[in-house]
């Protein structure tokens, strides 16, 4: 259960000057140009981007970078041939001055096209190029505008802070909620799902039979002389991703070769890890010191339950585990039927050897997480007509081993294809499409990945990441997998209780059963206090495995038998054991259920949101770049904010009526009667990203403004609040009410 790090996979963008608005540029993947989002900047023109767990490209981007770094070379040696040619002209007697003017001014364009190159490969590789803006300048715009507007802070900043850990303040907290209200309204609502919630801390023999106790881990290496940790994949990724943005000289077999390391990052032993890391000399980022080899770090937190310690536990890692412990009591809560779905929403905990990338990576963390229990022999679902006409970008496993890029597909044809497993597990990648879609993720910077072999779990059936891009790259927000029955047999095996469900035939059907029936009587005379061992290896025995040991018993009368838990193999002889296949008359068949698993890493989710909807815009006298969220209505920490245009007690006093009569009609708002200008106090709003701002600028009449166009229209004092009610709901539109009311033209000194 060693973790892979799709959600960090690399990613080249090109990036819009500083002059102008700063927004996150990012690939037309479609090949068309689209209109921007309304009252936003257009995005710039794609140069180059990568990413997924193997040597992969998007569309025409890739090829883009490969073609500069070759023509970049063939320039290098037109000038490395044309200073030679110039310093030979320079060298013999008898050349005119003219000739080597001219030879001169050759050499010097080739020397401005060879700049030219070396910063559009700067901008492919999602560097700063001269008048460009570098993918850590936009992020650091970002990060600074959520901190100092309290979106969220680190955590005991007081103290020094813990890396890892943040909190959400008033905005954060605000969206955090919207988000999960709308993934409740979605989901669980929509989809009737079972809501549960459990403990944080889990005992160790649920996480044993689980897998994480043995198995999950990640590769950490040491700081020989300080003993600072540090995650070893993390750092070859790192020095892999800096060779290639900043050494613009690579030769094409390098760049190969750094981009398959990336690429197989996930599937090296710890033994190749280490190699990898010595062939590049790779040391401690801080210190320079040498680094220890790669051991495995489990990442769940310990603790011990009750006051003798006695007890082990871990805080969870997922909050699945609670679902699939319950299945039983689901299942009979719902009438003993199938399928169902039970979603849980809770925190989860990852002690992460070095946390980084803000929200991304941190050490606890807010999970939305469905286990949708199925037949295994059914998969269909009856909704799925309903996201089948669904076309976006998909990225499946057969793309990316050939070099393919991720291509808008329709969703019904990749399951009827079976590029998907089944109607199920497309019926929720649909779903989750239009749930990131509807919260303002833009649908060309989302892509549904599918996992490869080396990646899958032995016995997945099926798993797609749905992966936003933002200025980290690639970012697995959202896993969906048909883990088939593995999560449930499991605890069924270790707690010894049968989680399973039930198909009642309306007719008895007669079937072929094997049957194993172990003699314990001349078990205990031959394997005494191993008897019990040995019997309930026997019982285990699959069908294969049994009809041979028949076949053997009958033809030699005895035969070698391997037992796991003995950790050896003893003799059996056919007085021991009866292997017959009998018909019997079943009035039911009983079998473990499949499970579809959608869960949703929220922060993650957060925080690629504020990427998509940030951007900045001149303000009126252009000597500053304002700062913008553009959220929508459905996520917006606040929906409306209410202003006196002028500090005036009579509008004062309709301010604060309006600001009342919102609150009462559910709709969250601010009203800001400080004398500032009121273009300050918009701006203000705009930054935390508030959609809709109401202006009293009269007794009778306000004026209502929307952040993305800042149109205004005038509207009636009575009618405001059911206005902003109907245009936070989505039960209107903006482009609607400018039509039914007087449009309002905003002064300068205004807006």
């Given at each position: 259960?060693?973790?892979?790090s799709?959600?960090?996979t ?8 500083l ?6 540029g ?20 794609s140069?180059?981007?990568e ?7 998007m ?10 770094r ?6 290098q ?6 200073a ?7 060298s ?11 030879a001169?001014?050759?050499?010097k364009?080739l ?13 492919a590789?999602g560097s700063?190029?001269?008048?460009g ?5 936009f ?13 969220y802070t680190?955590?005991f ?11 959400y303040?008033?905005?954060g907290c605000?969206i ?15 989809e ?22 043995d198995?999950f ?7 020989e002389?300080?003993?600072?940790c540090h ?13 290639l ?9 390098k ?6 390391v990336?690429?197989v ?25 040498s ?5 495995p ?28 412990v319950?299945?039983?009591d689901l ?5 003993n ?16 050897i070095?946390?980084?990338q ?15 229990f ?6 269909s679902?009856?909704?799925?007509s ?9 990225f499946?496993k057969?793309?990316?081993?050939t070099?393919?890029?991720a ?18 597990l ?7 499409f ?5 919260l ?6 989302l892509r ?19 992966e936003?891009?933002c ?17 449930l ?11 399973v ?6 007719e ?5 059963k094997l049957v194993?029936?172990?003699s ?6 031959a394997?005494?206090?191993n008897?019990?061992m040995?019997?309930q ?18 033809s030699k009368?005895?035969?070698?038998f391997?037992v796991?838990t ?16 009998e ?23 957060i ?16 000597n ?8 929508s ?15 005036n007690d ?8 309006i600001s009342?009569?919102l ?8 009203i ?13 709003t ?9 202006t ?10 929307e952040?993305?166009?800042r149109q ?7 009618e ?9 709901d989505?039960?209107?539109?903006w482009?609607?009410?400018?039509w ?7 002064t300068?000194?205004?807006?």
């Amino acid at each position: 259960m060693r973790r892979g790090s799709t959600e960090e996979t690399p990613i080249s963008v090109s990036y819009l000057s500083l002059s102008s608005p700063l927004r996150y540029g990012f690939p037309d993947l479609s090949l068309r140009r689209r209109p921007p989002p309304r009252g936003q900047v257009s995005p710039c023109n794609s140069v180059g981007e990568e990413g997924g767990p193997c040597v992969v490209i998007m569309a025409g981007v890739n090829g883009v970078e490969e073609a500069l770094r070759q023509e970049l070379a063939a320039k290098q040696a037109a000038v490395d041939q044309q200073a030679d040619a110039v310093r030979e002209l320079k060298s013999r007697s008898g050349v005119s001055p003219a000739e080597v003017d001219a030879a001169v001014e050759a050499l010097k364009a080739l020397k401005v096209e060879h700049g030219g190159l070396i910063k559009q490969l700067q901008a492919a590789v999602g560097s700063s190029a001269d008048g460009g803006v570098s993918k850590e300048e936009f992020r650091q715009a970002v990060v600074n505008t959520l901190e100092r507007r309290l979106f969220y802070t680190p955590s005991f900043k007081i103290y020094g802070g813990v890396a890892g850990l943040y909190d959400y303040g008033p905005n954060g907290c605000a969206i955090k909620t919207n988000v999960l209200s709308f993934w409740r309204q979605h989901f669980v609502l929509e989809e009737n799902m079972l809501e549960v919630d459990c403990p944080c801390v889990t005992p160790e023999v649920v996480l044993q039979a689980s897998g994480h106790v043995d198995k999950f881990t990640d590769l950490m290496v040491k700081d020989e002389k300080t003993g600072t940790c540090h995650r070893a994949d993390h750092l070859l990724k790192d020095f892999c991703k800096e060779k290639l943005e900043k050494d613009l000289t690579l030769p094409p077999e390098k760049v190969a070769e750094l981009k398959h390391v990336i690429a197989v990052l996930d599937d090296l032993s710890s033994e190749e890890l280490g190699a990898k890391i010595k062939e590049y000399g790779i040391t401690a980022p801080d210190t320079k010191n040498s680094l220890s080899d790669p051991y495995p770090f489990n990442l769940m937190f310990e603790t011990s339950i009750g006051p003798t310690g006695l007890l082990h536990g871990y805080m969870r890692p997922e909050t699945a585990q609670g679902i699939f412990v319950n299945f039983r009591d689901l299942y009979y809560y719902n009438g003993n039927k199938l399928p169902f779905a039970a979603a849980q929403i809770g925190q989860a905990f990852r002690n992460e050897i070095s946390p980084r990338q803000g929200l991304l990576r941190v050490r606890e963390f807010t999970l939305a997480e469905v286990e949708h229990f199925v037949d295994p022999q059914d998969k269909s679902h009856p909704k799925f007509s309903e996201v089948a006409q669904l076309e976006f970008l998909m990225f499946p496993k057969e793309d990316q081993l050939t070099g393919q890029s991720a291509k808008i597909m329709a969703l019904g044809k990749a399951v009827s294809q079976g590029t998907v497993n089944n109607e199920t597990l497309g019926y929720f990648i649909g779903r989750v499409f239009l749930f990131l879609t509807q919260l303002g993720i833009h649908k060309d910077r989302l892509r549904f990945r599918q996992h490869l072999p080396n990646e899958m779990a032995h016995y997945a059936a099926d798993c797609w990441d749905a992966e936003i891009e933002c200025s980290f790259g690639w970012i697995e927000c959202v896993g969906i997998a048909d883990r088939s029955a593995y999560d449930l047999r499991a605890h069924t095996e270790k707690s010894g209780i049968n989680l399973v469900a039930h198909e009642k035939f309306s007719e008895p059907r007669e079937v072929e059963k094997l049957v194993i029936t172990p003699s314990k009587k001349e078990l205990g005379l031959a394997f005494k206090a191993n008897q019990k061992m040995v019997v309930q290896a026997l019982e285990a025995m699959k069908e294969a495995e049994a009809l041979e040991m028949k076949a053997a018993l009958e033809s030699k009368g005895e035969v070698e038998f391997q037992v796991c838990t003995l950790g050896k193999a003893v003799t059996i002889n056919k007085n021991m054991v009866s292997v017959n296949i009998e018909k019997k008359k079943e009035h039911q068949r009983e079998f473990t259920p499949s499970v579809i698993e959608p869960s949703f890493g929220i922060g993650r989710i957060i925080y690629c949101l504020y990427e998509h909807s940030f951007y900045t815009r001149s303000s009126k006298t252009e000597n500053e770049q304002l700062n913008v969220f553009s959220f929508s209505p459905l996520v917006a920490p606040k929906k409306c904010t209410v202003l006196p245009l002028v500090k005036n007690d009579a509008f004062d006093g309709v301010a604060k009526t309006i600001s009342r009569s919102l609150t009462r009609a559910g709709i969250s708002n601010i009203i800001d009667i400080t004398g500032t200008s009121i273009g300050k106090r918009y701006a203000r709003t705009d930054e935390i990203g508030v959609p809709f701002a109401v202006t009293v600028d009269s007794t009778t009449s306000v004026t209502v403004r929307e952040r993305d166009s800042r149109q205004q229209i005038r509207v009636n004092l009575d009618e405001v609040s059911s206005l902003v009610k109907d245009l936070t709901d989505g039960l209107t539109t903006w482009a609607d009410v400018m039509w039914k009311y007087p449009a309002h033209t905003a002064t300068s000194a205004e807006d």
